[in-house]
């Protein structure tokens, strides 16, 4: 099992910044990808960004150029890095874990809210 607990969220003006941190415990040795998915008032959850233990790192075409994901080996534990953030970021901010299983697991969320 891994717990995953996430941080971070809060109410910031449209092009302010936030970091999201997700803290990972339990079997971490199994999980070979980390990432973090949103979901909106009325819509789907969806992909924002992924890494790899490797370092590798995918994007949502509606973030490339704005946030960056990374992680911390040393800590269990992966940031999400957003900037010039407009309204249609807003949403819960889920923090992700995949083991080598394919077995997923999810934290229970941050809010994030962009608005003046």
């Known amino acids: 099992q891994v717990q995953l607990v996430e941080s971070g969220g809060g109410l910031v003006q449209p092009g302010g910044s936030l970091r999201l941190s997700c803290a990972a415990s339990?079997?971490?040795?199994?999980?070979?990808?980390m990432g973090w998915y949103r979901q909106a008032p009325g819509k789907e959850r969806e992909l924002v960004a992924t890494?790899?233990?490797?370092?590798?790192?995918n994007y949502a075409d509606s973030v490339k150029g704005r946030f960056t994901i990374s992680r911390d080996n040393g800590v269990n534990t992966v940031y999400l890095q957003m900037n010039s953030l407009n309204a249609e970021d807003t949403a819960v901010y889920y923090c992700?874990?995949?083991?080598?299983?394919?077995?997923?697991?999810w934290g229970t969320g941050t809010l994030v809210t962009v608005s003046s």
């Open positions: 992700n874990a995949r083991d080598r299983h394919f077995r997923l697991y």
């Open positions: 339990g079997s971490i040795f199994m999980v070979n990808v």
């Open positions: 890494i790899t233990t490797g370092g590798s790192t």
